[in-house]
Structure formats: structure tokens, C-alpha cells
């Protein structure tokens, strides 16, 4: 993240914005656009980056990673394989600080719902960060495939050990049946602000 600052102002000169108009796209003032900037101030909460990322009209991975070769984020259909599968898709790495409280190592995969899609959890603008894995690591949200869809569940462990999938508004979990399997942690989740 030493590099954010210089990344700030570079894609703000992109974009053609001044300091002003980048703080009203996304809600502070143009003085703590400036601390950004400048690295005076180095930590920027979940909501304001993806904020920052829609105003400069970039993808989160632009801010976060140095290598702006990177994919912008991988669309996410309810139909067809995990969106990092049969690509090229280049994973991030994401700072610590993003992620309290997740176990899991490796790179990650910034994913959207595809344009008319509908998920549990996913809302259409969000962005979550997957670790692709197929192993249950502790409780919280997957991606897994369902009867041959993929969905996002919160997954947990029964008093029995076994998994319970659960999908946004049932207030029931149901149990592992052999048509699901595990296919990424979900190990950050960003939402859209709206207006």
C-alpha cells in the first residue's frame, strides 16, 4: 500500500478530475483527497476505495495492486464455471488490513455479478474478493456450485461437524447434500453505496 498515494493522483490526472471534483464523487472533503495523495493519511476504509475506484472509473485492482495489467473484475454468472476457470484471470493479492479476521493464503479473484444477474449476498455494483479454494477454512461466505449453479451461501458447521449452507433471507440452514461443493472463500466483501 506504500504506493497508493502516487496511484491516487495518477489516475485522478487520468481522469481529467481535480481534487475538488474527485472528493465530491466520492463523498470527502478535497483535503483528505489531498492526505491520500500525499500519504499523510495511509489507510482507507472498504467503502471509500470502491467509491474511489467508481469516481476514477477504474477497477479496485488498479488502486491495489501496482500492476495495472491487471483484469478488471471477473463477472460472476449464476450459469457456467467459477469466472476465474478456462481464463487467464490474474489473481490479487490483497493487504492484511483488507481482510481481518480471514484465514487463507494465496491470491484472490475480484469478482461482480455479471450485468443482470441475481445473487444471494451480491448485489449488482458490489465487489467481493474469492480465494478460490474447495476446502471449508472457518464460517462465513462461499461460492459454491448448487445442482450444477454456482450461488453464494453462508456456509458453517453444525454441532455434528457438518455443513449447513444457508442462502440470504431463509433463516434455516439446510444441510450438505452431494449436489453442492465448495469453490472459493469469500474473503472481502465491498457494497455499492447508492446515492
Request: charge should be negative; proline fraction near 9%.
Amino acid at each position: 500500500m506504500e504506493t497508493l498515494g502516487p496511484r491516487i493522483k495518477q489516475l485522478r490526472l487520468e481522469a481529467n478530475l481535480n481534487k475538488a471534483a474527485l472528493a465530491r464523487r466520492v463523498g470527502v472533503s478535497d483535503v483528505t483527497i489531498s492526505y491520500w495523495e500525499s500519504g499523510a493519511i495511509k489507510q482507507i476504509g472498504h467503502e471509500r476505495l470502491v467509491a474511489l475506484a467508481g469516481a476514477l472509473g477504474c477497477p479496485l485492482s488498479a488502486l491495489l495492486d501496482n500492476d495495472t495489467s491487471r483484469p478488471a473484475p471477473l463477472f460472476l454468472r449464476a450459469d457456467g464455471p467459477p469466472p476465474w476457470e478456462g481464463t487467464e484471470a490474474k489473481g490479487i493479492e490483497l493487504p492484511i488490513e483488507l481482510t481481518p479476521g480471514q484465514r487463507w493464503d494465496g491470491d484472490c479473484h475480484l469478482v461482480t455479478p455479471a450485468p443482470g444477474e441475481a445473487l444471494d449476498y451480491l448485489n449488482a455494483g458490489d465487489l467481493a474478493a474469492i480465494a478460490p479454494s474447495e476446502i471449508f477454512r472457518q464460517p462465513g461466505l462461499y461460492l459454491i456450485e448448487e445442482a450444477g449453479r454456482l450461488a453464494l451461501r453462508r456456509v458453517q458447521q453444525d454441532a455434528k461437524g457438518e455443513l449447513t449452507f444457508q442462502r440470504q433471507n431463509d433463516a434455516t440452514p439446510t444441510p450438505y447434500t452431494p449436489d453442492c461443493r465448495l469453490l472459493g472463500k469469500v474473503v472481502a466483501l465491498w457494497r455499492l453505496e447508492t446515492p
